[in-house]
């Protein structure tokens, strides 16, 4: 069974910057898109940013120009690097991953960002 396990979150001031981590466990395959999704409360989940093996990336409208997202392959895991934070940066965010047609996600780290 894939586990997803994120590290990194906690509370930051506006303008700040923050590095979210995470690493897929029960796997020797490593997974094929992995990425970020962030949830407000009172809003739908959203894309932060996706990295597939060897294709391109992709950055939802909300963060983009203030995150990066990057991968190691041999280690299955994927980082966000965050930038430039705002207090509407404020949510839980979501590690993601797939392999075989199935989707995974862990259990969310909580970003919270002060005025």
């Known amino acids: 069974q894939v586990q997803l396990v994120e590290s990194g979150g906690g509370l930051v001031q506006a303008g700040g910057s923050l590095r979210l981590s995470c690493t897929a466990s029960g796997t020797i395959f490593r997974l094929e898109v992995m990425g970020w999704y962030r949830q407000a409360p009172g809003t739908q989940r959203e894309l932060v940013a996706l990295i597939p093996i060897g294709g391109s990336i992709t950055y939802g409208d909300s963060m983009k120009g203030r995150v990066t997202i990057s991968r190691d392959n041999a280690k299955n895991t994927v980082s966000l690097q965050m930038n430039s934070l705002k207090p509407e940066d404020t949510a839980v965010y979501y590690c993601?991953?797939?392999?075989?047609?199935?989707?995974?996600w862990g259990q969310g780290t909580q970003v919270t960002v002060s005025s």
């Open positions: 993601y991953g797939t392999r075989f047609g199935s989707s995974y």
